[in-house]
């Protein structure tokens, strides 16, 4: 895709409402990076985000480093939005990249939950990346990101889990894939051949069945079908 790109991450806390069997969610930090239409990172954005309802649990603390005490006096959810909103592009040829599809799902669960109008661009065409990711390089299962990009030959920069950090990470990965070239040569000198995270559970973005390159069982590289290349290789041109 032509044109600005908007790659995203969020942390968040469960919270469960009365009389309700589920849990729902409230952001407490969201992290971003624009990328211009040559996929090079050009802006960067920050907050965190106090819940209305819900406390940061100890789980929260231990996996993003946040706590109740960083949370005090910070921004509502409204006002986070407000902010970002004016910080995201005025124009309206951008799209959504996430690693995985939860992201999305919170955005508009805690809009709705909260009564707070998004713009439509919300509601347009997110990217998950990691399912990209894991249908491109044939892996039987998506990866976290950190693992993701050690398949790539990438070290991740920051503290993971703190939701700039993610972002310009995840933006990594954007644009390796957006390079062909560089996606066939990690092909041929990859020697990945498992995948260590849970199953995949988000309804995120995918760009239909894509040939699977390795076998845990036997060890081995099965031949990739040239056609079923190029089909993938147009996809990624169209979709980064």
Request: hydrophobic share 40%.
């Amino acid at each position: 895709m032509r044109g600005k790109k908007i790659v995203l991450d969020l942390e968040f806390i469960p919270y469960r409402r009365k009389q309700e069997p589920y849990c729902v969610h409230e952001i407490i930090e969201i992290g971003a990076v624009a990328l211009d239409a040559d996929n090079e990172i050009y802006d960067e954005f920050q907050m965190y985000v106090k819940p209305q309802y819900g406390t940061v649990p100890p789980f929260v603390t231990a996996i993003t480093g946040i706590t109740n005490e960083m949370l005090v006096g910070q921004v509502s959810f409204s006002e986070a939005m407000q902010a970002f909103e004016a910080w995201l592009p005025q124009e309206d040829s951008y799209r959504f990249y996430t690693w995985s599809g939860s992201d999305q799902h919170v955005f508009q669960a805690e809009a709705e939950w909260k009564e707070r109008p998004l713009l439509g661009n919300f509601y347009g065409w997110w990217v998950d990346l990691q399912r990209l990711h894991q249908r491109i390089y044939g892996f039987s299962k998506p990866m976290k990101l950190v693992t993701a990009l050690g398949s790539m030959q990438i070290y991740f920069e920051g503290t993971e889990h703190g939701a700039l950090a993610d972002a310009r990470n995840t933006a990594k990965i954007l644009q390796e894939l957006s390079d062909v070239r560089r996606v066939k040569n990690n092909f041929s000198t990859s020697h990945v051949t498992y995948n260590i995270a849970s199953d995949h559970t988000s309804g995120g973005f995918t760009i239909g069945r894509l040939p699977i390159r390795h076998t845990v069982e036997k060890n081995k590289k099965i031949p990739l079908d040239k056609k079923l290349l190029a089909q993938r290789d147009f996809f990624v041109c169209l979709i980064l």
